[in-house]
T-cell receptor, first 115, second 111 residues
Framework: GNSVTQMEGPVTLSEEAFLTINCTYTATGYPSLFWYVQYPGEGLQLLLKATKADDKGSNKGFEATYRKETTSFHLEKGSVQVSDSAVYFCALSDSWETSGSRLTFGEGTQLTVNP | DAGVTQSPTHLIKTRGQQVTLRCSPKSGHDTVSWYQQALGQGPQFIFQYYEEEERQRGNFPDRFSGHQFPNYSSELNVNALLLGDSALYLC??????????FGPGTRLTVT
């Protein structure tokens, strides 16, 4: 079955540092890939997505590229802010045609950014 | 435009009891999915409803059941509650096969 593996956390950075959170996946077919963010006490917010190989999703300074050859979708940001402190989840759906289908999530990575 | 709403926000139940959680999808959305998120874990897919039918189901026992109404809102029912059912229950809505939008969740504590 489908699975998502995220780098173990937590991750603690200073403001303006470079961020990378690794994500690899196992899936059949051609899944869509997502990064969701969860702030304390809240639900999940979609941060960015990519629906096919070599697509780059981007939003609010965050980027991730769909790498089919390495089955990866690493999240990056060039300069983090204190307000980026949250839990980040990598996820996939069954295929690009069914991105409203079930989502399979990684375990999440807690990011703390200190001023 | 209201997003996905869930009720109640929190509730506390006793082992063996039954609970019903409610979800109203984002305007224009016709598909509702439910997820269970245990503390410190990623969400796990429970099931998905479309056109008032369960379309997909994850690896959850039959104690977990659901319903979708003609207005696309949905309920999640859990019978014979166990301590391990304590979690944040998330509802997500979408329009057909497009991306899912999540609600704030219902925090269920079973004592």
């Amino acid at each position: 079955g489908n699975s998502v593996t995220q780098m173990e956390g937590p991750v603690t950075l200073s403001e303006e540092a470079f961020l990378t959170i690794n994500c690899t996946y196992t899936a059949t077919g051609y899944p869509s890939l997502f990064w969701y963010v969860q702030y304390p006490g809240e639900g999940l917010q979609l941060l960015l997505k990519a629906t096919k190989a070599d697509d780059k999703g981007s939003n609010k300074g965050f980027e991730a590229t769909y790498r089919k050859e390495t089955t990866s979708f690493h999240l990056e940001k060039g300069s983090v802010q204190v307000s980026d402190s949250a839990v980040y989840f990598c996820a996939l759906s069954d295929s690009w045609e069914t991105s409203g289908s079930r989502l399979t999530f990684g375990e999440g990575t807690q990011l703390t950014v200190n001023p | 435009d209201a997003g996905v709403t869930q009720s109640p926000t929190h509730l506390i139940k006793t082992r063996g009891q039954q609970v019903t959680l409610r979800c109203s999808p984002k305007s224009g959305h016709d598909t509702v999915s439910w997820y269970q998120q245990a503390l410190g874990q990623g969400p796990q897919f429970i099931f998905q409803y479309y056109e008032e039918e369960e379309r997909q189901r994850g690896n959850f026992p039959d104690r977990f059941s659901g319903h979708q109404f003609p207005n696309y809102s949905s309920e999640l029912n859990v019978n014979a509650l166990l301590l391990g059912d304590s979690a944040l229950y998330l509802c997500a809505s979408s329009f057909g096969v497009h991306e899912q939008y999540f609600g704030p969740g219902t925090r269920l504590t079973v004592t």
